[in-house]
């Protein structure tokens, strides 16, 4: 079956509302009540998810443990709208309809990480999927109370260091895993408990992988096909050079261009992270913090082939780089080390967090949050040989005041502040020391008379943008007005437009410098302005009870929409790219649905289906670069009540044919995996999965992910893992 046939299969699953009234007539259950439906705790209305007014996933612990895959951004590819940047498998940033970076807010607990994984895709994200109780997906206009920033969505990671309320007890869950492809091992465990109002919580993860294995090649054959040209181009030109130069060029070529096969050399890691907080719990709400520690060592996977290829174009055109360049690889021979570049990174972390109940008649609570963090990473040629740092240490705070609900009329207002000081140093240093200060005011409101509703929602920021030669200052506002009907038992149909407005990022504006993590050499555009985007999102979802359907369509125009594009000029070897502003169009939808098909003995038969696409284009230009293609994901599920669940799923990629120039089309794919849930004990919250990923050991790659020509997706792995809570 084709990638489109896939599509179709799972778009006449959402064309089934009819067949489910109908069911549901016969004796089918009803929708569920309003009591069994989850909360969206990052929404500032904390709206119920059922009633959100955009396209809004909330992951449950047991579904994060259960789909695991390493990086936050890798665990939450499988959803509608989400991918990842795929820098190997230790650095994986969430992206979101079709958009990551500066673009894509990543929070804890919903404050800003204060990282520097929106810089580069090479950089990890300092928070862990493991150590989450929940994440929130907030897509479009329903993440305006976060600012501009959010104008792709929110990734609120939730981990429960700081507890809100007072547990019967001590409570505590634990994971241990396991997968074959890279000999990983992953471990987490969490406790929480206290004495009256004090309530205090720990817990900790860690995670170790070796190098991964692929199918095949790590290159891609169409880059393959591209080196093979370049070389014989090479080998023409040195056609003029003496035959014993020619030997030595081609005998060091050979040691350079030894093809990575089987497996991915340089992809392993070990990652830890560990918190202890606490909290005072009352009729009155609650207040607590609680410390951070985040440590990592990974490799740069597919870091040296970029030095390398840089190195084969230097020649005569940068003496003064190429020294520096011979310089390292001179003491790194006289050191007998090899060169393995890989990046060491450690965070301090302070959060705090409460929600005061308010003796007011307009107002119900007052809800504030804040966060401290000192952050650096050292990228390392070798061991003992550092190369670039990166430092971010900076604070944020916000405050929400929620207003008593009168009448169907509900709200919140607040006010965020961010300060935060970010600076590089050594080969890879893309921009001076830079301060981003910004203050945002907002306000979300909603007015619910059952049968119909309206809501909106209103923000203001002020930013700036220090270096020591320059300031650059920026207002931007943000604005969303949405409606929504039920016309009919568990049907919820909506419509939001929204005028969003972002404040360019800090490399944005001032980078300039060669960025082998990408290679590129990135230069900044101090004159940037404001990208603003007014988009329109329509959203239908369904629930019968039996049968759940959503579908959201969505579009974007962007006045202003920054990017990097290709001059045509080379520096340092490597092709500039200059960030530059121009209108620019994107489209999409996100589409899924599940239902229980039928009984067979004590078995229960359920499937779903989601399917997702987005388009962006310059206009009167090129396709936006590394969107991800049209993707489908087909499940079937054996149920035995709750003690065993069977699933078999197929996740199918089409091919991307629409690219930038320079940037490479990649294949389509079809991986199936299977996977076995079982909880041997009825009274105890005890679980065994066991599965294999990439069944069938297919090559797949990551449209979305700079490296995608050189690092496919892991091969065939065999997944085992316990999952417990007391």
């Known amino acids: ?101 500066e673009r894509t807010l990543v929070l804890s607990n919903g404050v800003g990480l204060i990282d520097a994984s929106a810089v580069s895709p090479d950089h990890a994200v300092s928070s862990e999927g493991l150590e989450a109780e929940r994440i929130d997906i907030l897509r479009g206009s329903s993440a305006l109370a976060y600012g501009g920033s959010a104008i792709s969505g929110v990734v609120n990671v939730f981990d429960g260091t700081i507890p809100d309320s007072a547990p019967d007890g001590w409570t505590g869950r634990a994971y241990l895993g396991g997968e074959s492809a890279a000999d990983s091992v992953a471990a987490a465990a969490s406790a929480t408990g206290g004495a009256g109002p004090l309530v205090i919580t720990g817990r900790f993860s860690v995670r170790h992988a070796e190098d991964y294995a692929i199918p095949g090649f790590a290159e891609s054959a169409r880059f393959r096909e591209l080196e093979e040209a370049e070389e014989a181009e090479h080998e023409a030109e040195e056609e003029d050079h003496d035959e014993d130069h020619d030997e030595d060029e081609e005998h060091e070529h050979e040691e350079e261009e030894a093809e990575a096969y089987g497996k991915v050399p340089n992809s392993g890691y070990d990652f830890r992270s560990g918190a202890i907080g606490a909290s005072l719990t009352g009729d009155w709400g609650f207040f607590g913090a609680t410390v951070k520690r985040f440590e990592s060592e990974y490799g740069l996977a597919g870091h040296s082939h970029a030095h390398e290829h840089e190195h084969e174009h230097e020649e005569g055109e940068d003496e003064d780089h190429e020294e520096e360049e011979d310089d390292l690889h001179a003491a790194l021979e006289a050191a007998g080390v090899q060169e393995v570049p890989y990046i060491d990174m450690e965070q301090t972390r302070v959060e705090t967090r409460g929600e005061f109940v308010l003796p007011f008649a307009a107002f119900d609570a007052l809800r504030v949050s804040g966060a401290w963090a000192d952050y650096a990473h050292t990228e390392f040629e070798a061991p003992g040989f550092p190369g670039t740092v990166f430092d971010s240490e900076g604070w944020e705070a916000r405050a929400e005041l929620v207003q008593a609900a009168q009448g169907g009329w509900t709200g919140a207002s607040g006010a965020q502040v961010l300060d935060k000081d970010f600076s590089a140093t050594g080969e890879e240093a893309l ?100 990208e603003k985007a007014l988009t329109l999102e329509g959203i239908v979802r369904y629930d019968a009870g039996w049968i759940e359907t959503e579908a959201a369509l969505w579009g974007a125009d962007y006045d202003g929409f920054i990017f990097l594009a290709d001059t045509g000029l080379e520096e340092d070897g490597l092709p500039v790219f200059q960030q530059t502003q121009a209108d620019a169009s994107l489209w999409g939808a996100e589409l899924g649905a599940s239902a229980h098909l039928f009984a067979a003995g004590p078995w229960d038969i359920d499937a779903d289906a989601s399917v997702e696409y987005v388009h962006g284009t310059v206009k009167s230009g090129p396709d936006l670069p590394r969107l991800p293609p049209l993707s489908t994901t087909l499940g079937l599920e054996a149920l035995r009540g709750d003690a065993l669940a069977l699933r078999a799923e197929l996740v199918s990629a089409a091919a991307q044919t629409r690219t930038y120039p320079g940037e490479l089309k990649t294949d389509p794919y079809n991986l199936v995996n299977l996977q076995a849930t079982w909880r041997p004990m009825t009274d105890a919250d005890l679980r065994v999965i066991a599965g294999v990923r990439n069944i069938f050991n297919e090559e797949a790659r990551v449209h979305t ?22």
Do not use: C
């Open 705 to 726: 992910s700079y490296l995608k020509d050189i690092l496919p997706l892991p091969g065939r792995s065999v997944r085992l893992a316990l999952a417990a809570g007391f």
């Open 431 to 530: 921009s001076p020391p830079t301060t981003t200060q910004s203050v945002g005011l907002f306000t979300v409101q909603r007015y619910d008379a059952g049968p119909w509703g309206l809501e909106g929602g209103a923000r203001w920021d002020s930013t700036t943008v220090d270096t020591p030669s320059l300031s650059r200052d920026f207002d931007a506002v943000s604005l969303s007005l949405g409606g929504f009907l039920r016309p009919a038992s568990g049907l919820f149909v909506g419509v939001t437009a929204a005028h969003t407005e972002r404040a360019p990022g800090d490399l944005e504006l001032f980078a300039n410098g060669p960025h082998a993590a990408t290679s590129q050499f990135e230069v900044g555009d101090a004159t940037l302005t404001t």
């Open 1 to 101: 079956m084709s990638p489109r046939l896939y599509s179709a299969v799972a778009l006449s699953l959402l064309a089934l509302p009819a067949a489910a009234r109908a069911q549901a007539q016969d004796g089918q259950p009803d929708a569920p009540d309003l009591h069994d439906r989850v909360v969206v705790t990052s929404s500032a209305l904390r709206t119920l998810e059922a009633d959100a007014l955009q396209h809004i996933d909330v992951v449950t612990i047991d579904e994060i443990q259960d789909g695991f895959a390493g990086s936050l951004g890798d665990t939450l590819a499988a959803l509608p709208g989400v991918s990842t940047t795929f820098f190997g498998p230790a650095a994986g940033r969430p992206v979101v309809r079709g958009l990551g970076g």
